[in-house]
């Protein structure tokens, strides 16, 4: 089970990465390991001279040309009715808390001092998540208004 750990461990090393002081040690103490792994790393470094694996001409430069011309845009875009349907769902419910049983508590508790830090304190949130929208989506709202920014 041992053999099969550390050998795994070598083939997830990527690009002749340095080995990780576990697979030197059992190195050190496993000749037929050090036999396998040095056999490995010469099949290896002849294959990366051949031809499927050794390109002649550099393509980077040419693929990464071919991508940007695709314009591709990336990203999970949400839609604006989910947006509108969720900030319909927390304005009701800011406007429902007054009529909760544990608002009522609150105020018999603290008081009337409690209405004022509530309203910023929930208010500071429903322009949290308006702002967030109107961030995700200013490209969209640029195209709608007719004053650019």
């Known amino acids: 089970m041992r053999y099969e750990k550390m050998f795994k461990r070598f083939l997830e090393l990527d690009n002749n990465a340095p080995l990780p002081v576990s697979v030197r040690i059992y190195m050190i ?60 769902i927390i304005w009701l419910s800011i406007m429902l808390i007054t009529f909760s049983n544990s608002f009522s508590w609150l105020t018999d508790y603290f008081g009337a001092r409690l209405l004022i830090p509530l309203n910023i304190v929930l208010g500071t949130g429903i322009s949290i998540y308006a702002a967030c929208y109107i961030l995700s989506h200013l490209d969209e709202l640029k195209k709608r208004v007719r004053y650019h920014f």
């Open 29 to 88: 103490f496993f000749p037929r390991f050090r036999k396998e792994i040095a056999l490995l790393r010469s099949v290896l470094k002849k294959i990366q001279k051949e031809p499927p694996f050794n390109l002649p001409v550099d393509f980077s430069e040419d693929i990464m040309k071919r991508i940007e011309k695709l314009n591709l845009h990336y990203g999970h875009n949400i839609s604006t009715m989910r947006w509108i349907f969720i900030g319909v």
